[in-house]
């Protein structure tokens, strides 16, 4: 029985990578990244947040320190494994924020969270992603190995290397054309309900995977409210609005008052 109690303990946290641990903070941030993209996304994030909050960035299988295990290929198991493993994570307030890809696993798993009755997010951060009543949908995945890697370069966010390193691509292949399939496929529920938390929207304003009118289309999501907060940059203006985005991240967080975010 103590052997299946730490393996449960160990399988539980190879989802949660916390770069600067802060057993004090007041806020816990989970982080979701792009497709084909991995925890260590957020590592210089954690020190541009102030101390009051803690960056915990969740790792899906199939990378980093995980690319020994199977990415999970379809939305749902995927919102269940990561529903499965997070309840512990929530003695304390919260939010969550997802790029990309990442907004959407970021939203299905609050609104799984808001099916369940559990503790929900102060706020749900969306960055570089289309509201769920405009999901796009395209076939990338499906498409030759030369096609897929001109795709997701021209997006900005994938190291040269790839392209230089046929070891490196081959490698990185399968978690990609997973990532892509998973989104690829994925249908939001048409009968979803609003979530009952305030959403805020991060978005490139030159960014080639919006269309007029995506980001406004979250506003949809929420009964407490939506806000948009554009930056310069395509699809990946993360990395070099890096400052401005963890800044802007700061200021919703920081409006909920101390009384607000007591520990349970």
């Known amino acids: 029985m103590l052997n299946e109690i730490r393996q449960l303990q160990q399988y ?19 982080c979701l990244a792009h497709a084909g993209g991995g925890a260590r996304f957020f590592a210089n994030w954690a020190q541009l947040l102030p101390e009051s909050i803690e960056l915990v960035a969740i790792q899906l299988p199939g990378r980093e320190e995980r690319i020994d295990e199977p990415p999970i290929e379809h939305m749902t198991p995927l919102v269940s494994a990561i529903s499965n493993v997070l309840q ?34 102060l706020r749900l951060l969306v960055s570089g992603r289309e509201g769920p009543s405009r999901n796009h949908s395209s076939k990338l995945h ?13 997006l900005g966010g994938t190291s040269p290397a790839l392209r230089e390193s046929p070891e490196l691509f081959t490698l990185a292949l399968p978690v990609l054309r997973n990532d892509y399939r998973l989104i690829e496929t994925y249908h939001p529920n048409p009968r979803r309900p609003p979530l009952s938390l305030p959403i805020e929207v991060l978005f490139g304003q030159d960014d080639p995977e919006l269309h007029p009118g995506d980001a406004q289309a979250w506003t ?20 070099p609005q890096r400052q401005a985005v963890t800044q802007c991240i700061s200021r919703c967080l920081g409006e909920y008052s101390p009384e607000s975010l007591e520990m349970p």
């Open 220 to 239: 949809l999501e929420s009964s407490q409210g939506v806000r948009l907060h554009g930056f310069h940059g395509g699809h990946f203006y993360l990395t």
């Open 12 to 30: 539980q946290q190879r989802w949660f990578r916390r770069f600067t641990e802060r057993p004090r903070a007041r806020l816990r941030l989970f």
């Open 88 to 121: 512990p994570w929530l003695d304390r307030p919260y939010a969550m924020f997802g790029h990309s890809m990442g907004a959407a696993v970021a939203h299905e798993l609050c609104l799984s969270i808001q099916r369940q009755g559990l503790p929900l997010p």
């Open 142 to 154: 499906k498409a030759s190995d030369e096609d897929f890697l001109a795709a997701i370069m021209a």
